[in-house]
């Protein structure tokens, strides 16, 4: 099926410093979103994008949707050891998520 | 609010039994639930989409009759893996979209391992 191309697969990052991730389509999505998933757990929701060039922040964490409404990133400033865990984006269509192939972070204290 | 359940959490059975995995929405009335398998180190893909009092739509190269759901109520869908084999050992999760909700809520996730 389709997925999003997600990017970086993985960091390895010292606590403090700040993380960049990004995921490209080829095509339109109405909405993008991003995930944490922890291990043997369900993902969770972070962060919510519904306009084309919305910038929206939550806590440390900021996310934009693209202008093209084929891209989005997802930044995480100053991060600490309990942000380890793998990182998805999705893409809404058609009333279906479409998921990235995942970004897995780690954080060394 | 808008919590989703998955039961059981893990699961190991031998080669061609068949093994039923529930969803529920516990808080709120889920209109559409969704199935999605994830392989180690990969993403999630999905399986299938059910509405509630009809047939469940399977995306494509899922095996209908493998893969049985079941969404008899506004807060219960179930899978079921017939004749489960080795490559079905997975982590299946389902998510719940809810009629106040725009956005799905995933359960914990269910690790079924097929010896």
């Known amino acids: 099926g389709q997925q999003l191309n997600q990017s970086p697969q993985s960091m390895f990052i010292q606590e403090g410093e700040d993380v960049s991730m990004n995921c490209t389509s080829s095509?339109?999505?109405?909405?993008w979103l991003w995930y944490k998933q922890d291990p043997g757990e369900g993902p969770v929701l972070l962060i919510a994008?519904?306009?084309?060039?919305e910038l929206t922040s939550n806590g440390r964490l900021t996310a934009q949707f693209g202008i093209t409404r084929k891209d989005s990133f997802l930044n995480i400033s100053a991060s600490i050891p309990s942000d380890v865990g793998i990182y998805f984006c999705?893409?809404?269509?058609?009333?279906?998520?479409?998921f990235g192939q995942g970004t897995e972070l780690s954080v060394k204290p | 609010g808008a919590v989703v359940s998955q039961h059981p959490s893990w699961v190991i059975c031998k080669s061609g039994t068949s093994v039923k995995i529930e969803c529920r929405s516990l808080?709120?009335?889920?209109?559409?639930m969704f199935w999605y398998r994830q392989f180690p180190k990969q993403s999630l893909m999905l399986m299938a989409t059910?509405?509630?009092?009809?047939?469940?739509?399977?995306e494509q190269g899922v095996e209908k009759d493998k893969f049985l759901i079941n969404h008899a109520s506004l807060t219960l869908s179930t899978l079921t893996v017939t004749s489960a084999h080795p490559e079905d050992s997975s982590f299946y999760i389902c998510?719940?979209?809810?009629?106040?909700?725009?956005?799905?809520?995933f359960g914990p996730g269910t690790r079924l391992t097929v010896l």
């Open positions: 998510s719940a979209l809810g009629l106040d909700y725009n956005e799905q809520f």
């Open positions: 095509s339109i999505f109405n909405t």
């Open positions: 994008l519904y306009k084309a060039g």
């Open positions: 999705a893409g809404h269509r058609g009333g279906k998520l479409i």
């Open positions: 808080d709120f009335q889920a209109t559409t």
């Open positions: 059910s509405n509630e009092g009809s047939k469940a739509t399977y």
